[in-house]
Nanobody, 120 residues
Framework: QVQLVESGGGLVQAGGSLRLSCAASGSIFSINAMGWYRQAPGKQRELVASITSGGSTTYQDSVKGRFTISRDNAKNTVYMQMTSLQPEDTGVYYC??????????????WGQGTQVTVSS
């Protein structure tokens, strides 16, 4: 059994900051890519940022320069520092990880989601 547990969401005013965390636990051989997705009301879930096991990162254009994704491989944890938050950043943020759970078996896992609300 593998679980991803997120924390750090909340309500913040425009221009404020939040830091999301997501810790993976369970029968884990190793973790490949990890990422953060968000889903705004009435919209599809979209990739916000991702990071490989080696630390290479990608970002959605709308968050470049404002959000920073990082990970601690020893703790099986991924973080996302969000600054200069805007109302359009509001949504449920989900952690995703591609996890090796066996010698040749990898699976995709999702966290339960954490709400981020940015007020104007």
């Amino acid at each position: 059994q593998v679980q991803l547990v997120e924390s750090g969401g909340g309500l913040v005013q425009a221009g404020g900051s939040l830091r999301l965390s997501c810790a993976a636990s369970g029968s884990i051989f190793s973790i490949n890519a990890m990422g953060w997705y968000r889903q705004a009301p009435g919209k599809q879930r979209e990739l916000v940022a991702s990071i490989t096991s080696g630390g290479s990162t990608t970002y959605q254009d709308s968050v470049k320069g404002r959000f920073t994704i990082s990970r601690d491989n020893a703790k099986n944890t991924v973080y996302m520092q969000m600054t200069s938050l805007q109302p359009e950043d509001t949504g449920v943020y989900y952690c995703n990880a591609d996890i090796r759970i066996g010698v040749v078996l990898t699976k995709d896992y999702w966290g339960q989601g954490t709400q981020v609300t940015v007020s104007s």
